[in-house]
């Protein structure tokens, strides 16, 4: 997890504002004060908090944490979001045209929650689970539990069942790569956002 940026902080500052403006939400800055009821204090800090953002069909599910720094003073935290797909059903949005591979298969398509393989020899057996080790471009390892669904004309369609490392290096590439694909989206600068 990394620290806010100035936008992101925005976003949450703007969030407790009394009163809304017009201006430039970048104008503001957030600070959370070191006085605090004991409880509200206690409750932030142990809250996992998530941070919702729509832009276009998508909704951006940021988790937000609260830790202290070495001041005891309450710092906002938000990892890299879930993409989730609104148009039609429900779904984790996944990256089209990959060329990532692992030993066994080419991985087409991604998401947080499922792939498809194109296995790179014989078919393997559908009846357990793959577990799938391979770098992302930043070069971070992701490893993943995946459990065969299906075979379609294209490969093998598999549900994620636990991603045994790189979970926000994961997050953060599929959020990266779904800005890439839908940059006029993020330019328009049309988010909602609401903490939930």
């Known amino acids: 997890m990394a620290h806010l940026s100035e936008q992101e902080l925005s976003f949450f500052n703007r969030l407790f504002e009394a009163e809304r403006t017009d201006s430039d939400p970048t104008d503001t800055k ?4 070191l006085n605090l009821p004991d409880k509200l204090n206690g409750l932030l800090t142990n809250a996992k908090l998530t941070l919702l953002a729509e832009v276009g069909i998508y909704q951006l599910w940021f988790p ?11 710092i906002p935290v938000l990892s890299a979001p879930e993409v989730i797909d ?7 949005w996944r990256t089209p045209d ?10 087409l398509s991604l998401s947080s929650t499922g792939v498809l393989l194109k296995p790179k020899r014989q078919t393997p057996i559908l009846n357990k689970e793959i577990l799938l080790a391979f770098n992302l471009p930043s070069e971070e390892q992701v490893i993943l539990s995946v459990k065969p669904i299906r075979t379609t004309s294209k490969g093998i369609a598999g549900k994620i069942v636990k991603v045994c490392q790189g979970e926000d290096a994961l997050r953060k590439y ?16 049309n988010f909602t956002t609401e903490l939930i």
């Open 30 to 33: 957030m600070s959370v004060r």
């Open 64 to 74: 937000l944490e609260f830790t202290k720094d070495e001041n005891g003073q309450l």
């Open 86 to 92: 609104t148009k039609g059903i429900e779904r984790s």
């Open 98 to 107: 990959l060329e990532i591979h692992t030993e066994q298969f080419q991985i």
């Open 174 to 189: 599929l959020f990266e790569t779904h800005k890439h694909h839908h940059a006029k989206l993020y330019e328009q600068g």
